[in-house]
């Protein structure tokens, strides 16, 4: 059973994949408050479960660039599990209070 969510959160919810589309788990999904995602994320939930899957909810609505992250204290550094959201890469999400949104997919590969 899920766990209820107040009316007035944003919960993202979806998977982290690598490229060849299969699960990542163990990574945290977090959200950042500017597009150079740099500094502390805003929110982050806890890491993906072994079948990629994560839920993040978020407290106050606004414009997010999220990422997948093996690690969220300093830049990716090599070797790190990264990676972003598909299809909104650099553009970030906008979202409104209540808002929910499912089937996110994040594509994570090892920085180089």
């Known amino acids: 059973m899920a766990p209820q969510v107040?009316?007035?959160r944003i919960v993202l919810s979806g998977s982290?994949?690598?490229e060849r589309g299969a699960a990542v788990g163990g990574v945290i999904v977090g959200v950042y408050g500017s597009a150079s995602m740099t500094g502390a994320p805003v929110f982050t939930g806890p890491p993906t479960r072994p079948d990629g899957s994560?839920?993040?909810?978020l407290r106050t609505p606004g414009r997010y660039y999220p990422a997948a992250?093996?690690?969220?204290?300093?830049?990716p550094l090599s070797g790190e599990v990264y990676g972003l959201l598909r299809g909104v890469e650099g553009s970030g999400l906008e979202l409104v209070e209540g808002q929910r949104i499912t089937d996110l997919v994040f594509v994570a590969r090892p920085v180089p």
């Not at 994560?54 to 909810?57: G, V």
């Not at 992250?69 to 830049?75: A, H, N, Q, T, V």
Request: aromatic fraction near 12%.
């Open 6 to 8: 107040a009316r007035d």
């Open 16 to 18: 982290v994949l690598d």
């Open 54 to 57: 994560f839920e993040l909810e």
């Open 69 to 75: 992250r093996s690690r969220f204290d300093g830049p």
